[in-house]
């Protein structure tokens, strides 16, 4: 045989065998010093306060995983990274923490336009987002989870909600974004199916500041009763509260999981609406939290915080870092009781869990019991 065809084949077995080599020390927890835990989050630019209060979430898990010793000894190092809501750089700190940092667990992204570009490149990490609600995300491989209910299932209740209180005839205020418009068609569907009338959907793109014209147009609509805002966390959103004041637009208000932030920048405006959140964090992390970070919980520190931990408890049980194994063993867990709340799998990869009803007084959300 030629020699230069044996030197080729001769390196190419070394190459195969430095590969497996490679890949058996990753799940081989005794062949390192630590386990990596990656984040792709909106941490700047419209959301931040979701993508900050994930990071926040994520590393009060860790630094108590450590205290405790790590994971089966191994300290836990977090890599973040900041998307900033950005699809294309969602892209580029994936492959940046799978390819460069060598990641396999990612707590991420923030939101469903974020998640849509990668969830095709996951192939062997494990990805659990914090604060994305869409069922095509999870649902696309066994290796993705979601610990924030999907976002239909909220819009759909806040249907039930609104009929409740004996409004037969709304206009929904949404935003052309691929959640927001989920949760408008997951309310409308929900709401005609059950007898209700929607006489307006208005979808602008997130970053309209002048909606006044169409605004207007709900002046004209006869027997109008009420409003349901399904722009969800973008500035948008304030936008609507103001704008409607500005118009002398009057009648009760419906949304779906207000932040803080956007609350403030209602700057008042909002007072009076109610909304469904599945923001249900235990009192001790709250207070926890806040004394730590000085702030209030918010959408995504949780949830974040309980990715974290479900990704500790998968290592820990199974004594593996192969993602193979891990996301087997995710997925056959049917209850967990998490600082988020009392997740149940939905068999899917995704959780669900009870929610609250808030009504804004003074700038501040309240439960209504």
């Known amino acids: 045989m030629n020699k230069k065809i044996i030197i080729g ?17 990753q799940n081989n927890l005794s062949a390192i ?6 984040s792709i989050l ?31 000894g191994k300290k836990v190092v977090a ?15 994936f492959r940046k923490l799978t ?20 969830k095709d490149l996951i192939t062997n990490e494990i990805v659990i987002s914090p604060s994305l609600g869409n069922a095509n995300f999870n649902e696309t491989s066994k290796f993705i989870f979601n610990t924030w209910p999907h976002d239909y299932i909220l819009s759909a209740k806040l249907a039930d909600y609104v009929l409740a209180k004996g409004v037969k005839n709304v206009a929904i205020l949404g935003a052309n974004e691929v959640w927001c418009k989920a949760q408008t068609m997951a309310f409308k569907e929900r709401f005609e199916k059950l007898g209700g009338v929607v006489s307006f959907v208005y979808e602008p ?4 500041r002048d909606v006044r014209t169409d605004l207007l147009k709900l002046k004209q609509i006869k027997d109008l009763q009420a409003i349901v805002v399904t722009s969800d966390g973008y500035g948008l959103t304030s936008v609507y509260g103001k704008q409607m004041r500005d118009l002398g637009i009057k009648m009760p208000t419906y949304s ?65 870092l192969d993602t193979n194994v891990v996301q087997k063993y995710l997925n056959n867990i049917k209850t967990y009781d998490g ?16 929610f609250k009803t808030m009504i804004i007084k003074s700038g501040i959300p309240v439960e209504l019991k």
């Open 205 to 208: 793109t997130t970053d309209q």
């Open 33 to 38: 010093n630590e386990i990596k835990i990656g």
């Open 256 to 320: 779906i999981t207000l932040d803080n932030t956007v609350i403030k920048n209602c700057e008042g405006t909002c007072n009076g609406w109610e909304f469904l959140t599945a923001l249900t964090p235990k009192a001790d992390f709250s207070a926890k939290y806040k004394s730590i970070y000085n702030r209030e919980v918010e959408i995504g520190s949780d949830s974040a915080y309980d990715a974290v931990m479900l990704i500790a408890k998968g290592i820990k049980e199974t004594k593996s």
């Open 99 to 118: 390819q460069t940092d060598g990641v396999k667990f990612i707590v991420g992204p923030s939101w469903s336009k974020n998640g849509d570009p990668i």
């Open 9 to 25: 084949i001769v390196i190419i077995i070394l190459i195969v065998l430095g590969v497996w080599v490679s890949n058996k020390n």
């Open 79 to 93: 890599i973040h990274e900041d998307d900033a809501g950005d699809p294309a750089k969602t892209v580029g700190a």
């Open 42 to 72: 909106i941490e700047s630019g419209d959301g931040a306060s979701w993508g900050e209060a994930a990071r926040n979430g994520m590393d009060l898990a860790i630094k108590e995983i450590n205290d405790q010793g790590g994971i089966l």
């Open 339 to 354: 600082q988020s709340g009392i997740l149940n799998s939905d068999g899917k990869g995704a959780f669900t869990k009870d």
